[in-house]
């Protein structure tokens, strides 16, 4: 895949998560449909939290070299960061927020910075391109989620 189609599959990916949670309420957000699984509004919260690190660690690698690149572990965010308190549609302008300014970013960059290189904590060395790669494929990943929990709460995919 070319660096212009990641980064356009980047920016693409608030605009499906947004049309997975379109005309939900906010109890059919908060809803677990899906026995063991994270309701949908969790499911946002995470994504909001997940963003900005994935931002800091692309913008890391773009100015720094060899930045060391910590990892998370994403079910402490869900116990500690309140998510029952947050509300899901300022989680939603965060993911929105970030992508939108990131992608400005990627765009003005050359071909050969996508080959930079951080040190992620727990992948090891990964180029810009490789973590853009992740990054870009997270909001898909947990989209499928949201739509498994529309399916389950009988609304239309």
């Known amino acids: 895949m070319s660096i212009t189609q990641l980064v356009n599959d980047y920016a693409s990916?608030?605009?499906?998560l947004h049309r997975a949670i379109s005309g939900m309420t906010d109890e059919q957000l908060r809803a677990r449909p899906v026995s063991g699984?994270?309701?949908?509004h969790e499911v946002l919260c995470h994504l909001a939290d997940f963003e900005?690190?994935?931002?800091?660690?692309?913008?890391?690698?773009?100015?720094?070299?060899?930045?060391?690149?910590?990892?998370?572990d994403e079910n402490v965010f869900l116990q500690k960061l309140a998510y029952d308190a947050r509300n899901s549609q300022e989680e939603l302008a965060v993911i929105l927020s970030?992508?939108?300014?990131?992608?400005?970013?990627?765009?003005?960059l050359s071909e050969a910075?996508?080959?930079?290189?951080?040190?992620?904590s727990e992948l090891g060395e990964v180029t810009l391109e490789k973590l853009l790669g992740y990054a870009t494929r997270h909001?898909?990943?947990?989209?499928q989620f949201v739509l498994e929990k529309?399916?389950?709460?009988g609304l239309p995919t």
């Open 113 to 120: 910075d996508f080959q930079r290189v951080g040190v992620h």
């Open 98 to 108: 970030c992508r939108g300014s990131m992608t400005r970013i990627l765009r003005s």
């Open 150 to 153: 529309r399916k389950a709460l």
């Open 52 to 72: 900005p690190i994935h931002a800091a660690r692309l913008k890391a690698i773009i100015c720094f070299d060899r930045p060391e690149l910590p990892g998370y």
């Open 37 to 40: 699984k994270w309701s949908t």
């Open 13 to 16: 990916g608030p605009t499906k």
């Open 139 to 143: 909001l898909p990943h947990h989209t």
